[in-house]
């Protein structure tokens, strides 16, 4: 379990309040709302994964007011909570469609590469010949997800290549002999025991790059992954037991209401927007 917060009356108690905390309640704001603050727990299902997002339940002046603030941040802080979302998006795609069984290719090009709208093209190309070889093999209907990134340009060398996660049934050989376009690499996804594919997710949205353009694509056929909203699934006092400092406590609350998993993250955070403290959680199955 990775932990990010080592106090939780840092949270919930003690610390100075910023500017716009004073602004908006005029006085301490966690003194005035601790222990009556409740909390909704946003639940998603995804193959062996399960998200948990907990938060706490805003009145209508307080959602007023947060949504003020919300419009109101900067571009990077709305880049970066942008990032976030698609992260957990892909994450969740990721875990609900694909497991051991299936396989990662990548895709790159010799030599010049074509136009963006070209590379778009021969990424769907392939997508048919493999749903042809798969069809005249009796396999599933695939299942796919892909992302094509162009790098460079202004002077730079331009690159693109596309990844792709797909159904497997077929060998790594056969995957990487359809491209015809330059490299090719097909590996087996190999989920981790407690983050899944975590890390691929990750990989497929990496933000760090300066120029680049990106999209991505997926088949129809992809489970979409939702969730169950509940106010009464977790209490004050479990809530304040998540984000103490007590070792396992958070594990040993978690797992106590979501039998049958493992807690393999747990990040808690104060709002920048409005007052309360907000859980972000992933277990997994086993």
Known sequence: MKETVKDYKDLFCVGG???????????????????????????????????????PILGRSDEAKAETIRRGMSAEKQKRHNDAKAQRRMRLLLEANFGAADQHVTLTYAGTPPTYSRAVKDVENYISRIKRMRKRRGLPELKYLWVLEEEG????????????????????????????????????L????LEGLNALAKYLCKTERVKYQRKWSCSKNLKKPEPTI????????????????????????????YTGYRLSECKVWLSEWIGGVYVDVWMRRG
């Open 230 to 257: 509940s106010r009464t699934k977790l209490s004050n006092r479990r809530v304040r037991r998540i984000c103490s400092a007590l070792p396992g406590e958070a594990a040993e609350v978690l797992q106590q209401v």
């Open 17 to 55: 309040m910023t500017e716009l905390e004073k602004a908006l309640y005029g006085g301490d704001p966690y003194a005035e709302r601790i222990g009556r603050m409740h909390h909704c727990t946003k639940t998603v299902k995804a193959g062996a994964a399960l998200n948990v997002r907990i938060y």
């Open 153 to 188: 340009g202004d002077g730079q060398k331009r690159k693109i290549h596309c990844h792709m996660v797909m159904s497997g049934g077929l060998s790594r050989e056969e995957l990487e002999s359809k491209w015809g376009k330059g490299f090719a690499n097909a590996d087996r």
């Open 190 to 193: 190999q989920p981790d025991e």
